[in-house]
């Protein structure tokens, strides 16, 4: 889960006119901070535009005339309790891709695997928790990898968690419906195993992922910014790719120290290419680039 960083083209130029369809300065501190202290996720000022052109979707869903009085039904008028999972939904983009930064999963299936194989009794069940899901994209890449390692070795098996704190990309992961243009990234023997195209026509531009995989998954929602996750603690590996970034640094410390604690002795913590220097737990060790292991 990420927020995006881009603001709609020409949003400067065609900010809505009426200072009540704006959100006032203290209302925006109010609804970052609500959202920090949710999420872990900070909403700089120069969000203010982008939150905006969101919150207008809730604004219309709640009968409410302007972001103004939007602000007043949350804040004043006790909307907020109602409204929460909502409003962070509409704030959250979910950014990924299918076989995003793909060295991670070479590294999966060359390394990771047999390092966990060995470890463990004859045919074991390899637990992955992709633990900022978005649309599902993650963990459905991993599973097309992982499947193909069972087909080859029929000695493991696997099941994979998915989880986000958005419930609107959390049900297109249940789904595991996609735009064809979606599994471009797929390697295409993978697309041909893995992917389903519709028979109906009008749905052409559709695909699914087959129900081989779909049995292998559940999805979930669970904030990271909880003290406590209600999972299995011993998790072979775990993926956190491309959010700490947008933590501040104690929570990327305490978020990442709690999931270590679900990781299984010799499991192994993936994050973002850009995210190596924010792991400091020193109960794991890099064995390679962004990628950890609890010893």
């Known amino acids: 889960m990420a927020l995006s960083s881009a603001v709609d083209e020409g949003g400067r130029a065609f900010r809505p006119a009426g200072v009540n369809d704006q959100i006032g300065a203290a209302d925006f501190e109010r609804l970052a901070g609500l959202v920090t202290s949710h999420t872990g996720i900070k909403l700089p000022p120069a ?23 939007y602000c007043r039904f949350l804040f004043d008028q006790g909307g907020l ?19 995003r930064e793909p060295d ?15 470890q ?8 992955v928790w ?6 599902g994209a993650e963990a459905w890449s991993i599973a097309m990898v992982l499947e193909d390692i069972v087909r080859k070795r029929r000695n493991f098996s696997y099941a994979i968690l998915g989880t986000d704190i958005s419930t609107v990309v959390l049900e297109q992961a ?23 195209e519709s028979r109906d026509p009008a749905l052409r531009g559709e695909v699914r ?4 995989l779909r049995q292998r998954a559940r ?53 973002g290419h850009s995210e190596s220097m924010v792991v400091v737990d020193k109960s794991v060790r890099q064995v390679g680039p962004t990628v950890f292991q609890k010893s």
């Open 209 to 212: 992922i087959v129900p081989e």
């Open 174 to 196: 249940r789904r595991a419906v996609y735009s064809v243009e979606a599994m471009e990234p797929v390697p295409a023997d993978k697309r041909q195993r893995y992917v389903m």
């Open 130 to 135: 992709s633990a900022a899901s978005s649309n």
């Open 47 to 69: 969000k203010q535009l982008m939150i905006e052109g969101r919150l207008r979707k809730r604004m219309r869903a709640r009968n409410q005339p302007n972001l103004h009085a």
């Open 219 to 271: 999805f979930e929602r669970m904030n990271l910014m909880d003290t406590q996750y209600p999972y299995d603690r011993d998790v072979d590996i775990i993926f956190l790719r491309n959010v700490l970034i947008y933590f501040e640094k104690a929570d990327q410390e305490a978020v990442v120290a709690r999931l270590v604690g679900h990781l299984r002795r010799g499991g192994y913590l993936v994050v």
């Open 104 to 118: 991670h999963l070479h590294f999966m299936e060359n390394r990771m695997v047999d390092a966990l194989l060995s």
């Open 120 to 127: 463990t009794r004859p045919r074991p069940l390899l637990k």
């Open 81 to 99: 309790e109602s409204e929460i999972t909502h409003l962070i939904d509409v704030v959250t983009t979910n950014k990924t891709d299918f076989f």
